[in-house]
């Protein structure tokens, strides 16, 4: 097959990152978090791409277009991941593992958080950890594709 190749996803208000709530979300910048990324996953042997989008049918098309040329989903699906059936049902339509990652920990927040419809559907979740939720999350991918390789 090649390189495999992870499409990395960010829900809405993520490109304001650094600037929004850094109290909460810390002060890295998108940007910074791609970068991390992009340097962890050349180590890991893989290839990324990262997007961003404030729009629901956007994030829906993507996970549609994944198929047959994305080998993972790593997700940070925002305000999305509590209510977004949507998204949910398109991440369920499509035959690639999928981790969900937070910043921040959704369990010590406000009671609406607590709940993600997006979880279900996914392999994992990390959440909590800041960028190492990103990174960590990425290595589970990696994890996930090396004993999905194995078995098949
Ligand atoms: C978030 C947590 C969500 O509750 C929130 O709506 C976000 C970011 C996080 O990374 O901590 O936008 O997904």
Redesign the pocket.
């Known amino acids: 097959m090649g390189m495999k190749k992870i499409l990395v996803l960010h829900?809405?208000?993520?490109n304001m990152l650094g600037r929004r709530e850094p109290q909460v979300?810390g002060t890295w910048t998108l940007a910074e978090i791609d970068a991390a990324l992009q340097q962890r996953a050349a180590e890991l042997d893989l290839r990324l791409e990262c997007r961003q989008s404030n729009h629901e049918g956007e994030l829906v098309d993507w996970i549609q277009q994944a198929e047959g040329s994305v080998q993972g989903l790593l997700i940070?699906?925002?305000?999305f991941?509590?209510y977004s059936y949507a998204l949910r049902e398109a991440l369920a339509a499509v035959k690639i593992p999928a981790v969900e990652?937070?910043?921040?920990n959704?369990f010590a927040?406000e009671p609406f958080?607590r709940q993600s419809v997006i979880s279900p559907v996914v392999s994992g979740v990390i959440?909590g950890l800041g960028l190492d939720s990103y990174l960590l999350g990425l290595e589970a991918l990696a994890r996930i594709l090396e004993r999905d390789g194995e078995e098949s």
Do not use: E, F, Q
């Open positions: 829900g809405p208000n993520l979300y940070n699906p925002a305000a991941t509590h990652v937070h910043l921040s959704i927040r958080r959440c």
